[in-house]
């Protein structure tokens, strides 16, 4: 599937139905540590990765930002940085070239011209202490970001609730559950605007009797 196939689909969800979908799929979908934070609310993330290694020092972020091709999602490595790695000109000239985002596992600053921004932009912590610029470390290699292998190309999804990671071929086995996920809970909600309880759709106490009863069970929706 092409990633502008990929993009576009994954637009119209959000990562609590890929979730699901994973959940009953089992493709041990990866997703980052929830610590890693969004700055700004509202925005989706979609694109692959470009990803960054450094410690403390942010010259290798601007050779990423260089270096990287409209669509990309900077992800930082941090290796346990305690200064800011990312700041308000990082964000501003990733607009500038089209990149899709900036994931940083660790800290960033210039927080509030960041929430001004169109740009979904993730990060670990907050500091105003600038990292240096004197190491040039590795880009394009397999990184850890948030507890988990990111590897260059690996395609990010990331909305309010976390950023989630798989390679295109897991998309391709991911979006058509999800996308039935969401049209399942599309018609729930307006099913329960329209009057109709939440208990008339699930099968609870079915479920909830099966368990006592020490027998395997599942709860479902009856829609």
Not at 60 to 83: F, H, M, N, W, Y
Request: aromatic share 4%; hydrophobic share 40%; charged share 25%.
């Amino acid at each position: 599937m092409e990633l502008d196939v990929i993009r576009r689909r994954l637009e119209r969800l959000d990562t609590a139905c890929v979730c699901d979908a994973e959940k009953s799929l089992q493709l041990q979908l990866r997703v980052i540590d929830p610590a890693i934070r969004p700055i700004r609310r509202g925005l989706k993330l979609v694109g692959p990765a470009h990803t960054v290694q450094c410690k403390d020092d942010f010259l290798t972020v601007i050779k990423a930002l260089i270096e990287a091709e409209p669509g990309e999602v900077i992800v930082i490595d941090s290796q346990g940085s305690r200064r800011a790695l990312t700041g308000e000109l990082f964000p501003t000239e990733a607009i500038r070239k089209g990149l899709a985002g900036i994931v940083n596992d660790g800290p960033c600053r210039d927080t509030a011209a960041v929430r001004a921004l169109s740009l979904p932009y993730y990060a670990r912590s907050v500091d105003c202490r600038p990292g240096t610029t004197q190491h040039l470390f590795a880009t394009q290699i397999p990184i850890d970001c948030g507890g988990v292998r990111v590897h260059p190309g690996d395609i990010l999804f990331g909305d309010d609730d976390g950023i989630l990671v798989a390679t295109a071929e897991q998309w391709a086995q991911l979006l058509p559950v999800a996308e039935g996920i969401q049209r399942q809970e599309e018609q729930l909600l307006d099913r329960m605007a329209a009057g109709t309880s939440l208990e008339s759709m699930l099968n609870f106490h079915e479920h909830c009797e099966r368990l006592r009863a020490g027998q395997s069970s599942k709860l479902e929706f009856r829609v």
